[in-house]
């Protein structure tokens, strides 16, 4: 399969992983060829989101699609991923983040990952690093605050259960979440999702003070290992994260630029 079908893939798998997340908050959402649209609305001037899913021959064609929904939504904030990189939204008063890989990862098991859970492992200078599944609101509630204080996200401190990930989130066909403790401590996390073509990861972090023990791949090796390794998995890329997924097997996709705008000045 090529780099293109992959990187599809990649584009649709973030797509209906935003918009399920718009189903469990009770979200509005557009979806329109090639672009699919959610209005995250936890408060009036929260980020909306805007992915693009396909190539575009004309760029103004995608921008008229996003200026008719900002004058629908009456939209504050908003991030939108176009993995073509052929948009320029400054005249949307945007501004161009670090361009980040899109990676994928072929179909197959991951080594020296066994069966059960709680995988176990040693962690680096010391202890026991388990990684298990999220199955109740409670584990769900662990992951959420691990992903909010890890990454960390600013606007979601201090944490509230259910404002970031709330646990309807949990029971969207497809979701998944892993939690990873060191000596029974919460360390790390990240989130799956099975749209039934490929396996889209999100939100991997490791906590501060477990930083530099293997905690992140611990926990996406796990996931990988139990998510549906019959297909494809498929990321976006921080630069401390790629080597971690190199080494897992993840190629480089394509580059995806995000566009982000923090208020109606820019």
């Known amino acids: 399969m090529n780099t293109n079908s992959r990187l599809e893939q990649a584009n649709d798998n973030a797509a209906a992983f935003w918009l399920a997340q718009a189903r469990a908050h009770g979200w509005q959402s557009h979806v329109r060829p090639g672009l699919t649209a959610v209005r995250c609305a936890r408060t009036p001037d929260d980020s909306q989101r805007f992915v693009v899913t396909r190539p575009y021959a004309e760029p103004a064609d995608v921008e008229k699609q996003l200026t008719d929904l900002l004058g629908e939504w009456e939209t504050i904030r908003f991030t939108l991923e176009d993995p073509y990189d052929g948009l320029d939204l400054t005249r949307f008063g945007a501004v161009r983040m670090p361009i980040m890989p899109v990676m994928a990862r ?29 199955l109740d609101g409670d584990a769900f509630a662990l992951v959420e605050r691990t992903i909010v204080d890890g990454f960390p996200l600013p606007a979601r401190q201090p944490w509230t259960r259910g404002g970031a990930l709330p646990e309807e989130l949990l029971r969207q066909p497809g979701c998944r979440a892993w939690t990873a403790r060191v000596d029974g401590a919460p360390a790390g996390a990240c989130v799956t999702y099975d749209d039934g073509a490929a396996t889209g990861v999100y939100w ?7 930083r530099g023990r293997g905690v992140a791949r611990a926990v996406l090796r796990t996931a990988l290992a139990h998510a549906h390794p019959d297909r494809p998995a498929t990321l976006v890329a921080t630069s401390a994260g790629e080597p971690i997924y190199r080494k897992l097997g993840f190629t ?9 705008r923090t208020s109606l000045g820019g």
């Open 204 to 210: 991997v972090t490791t906590l501060p003070d477990q």
């Open 106 to 134: 072929e179909p197959g098991p991951v080594e020296g990952v066994t069966a059960g859970l709680p995988a176990v492992s040693p962690a680096h200078g010391g202890g026991t690093l388990t990684v298990d599944e999220a």
């Open 252 to 260: 480089r996709q394509a580059p995806t630029c995000w566009w982000s």
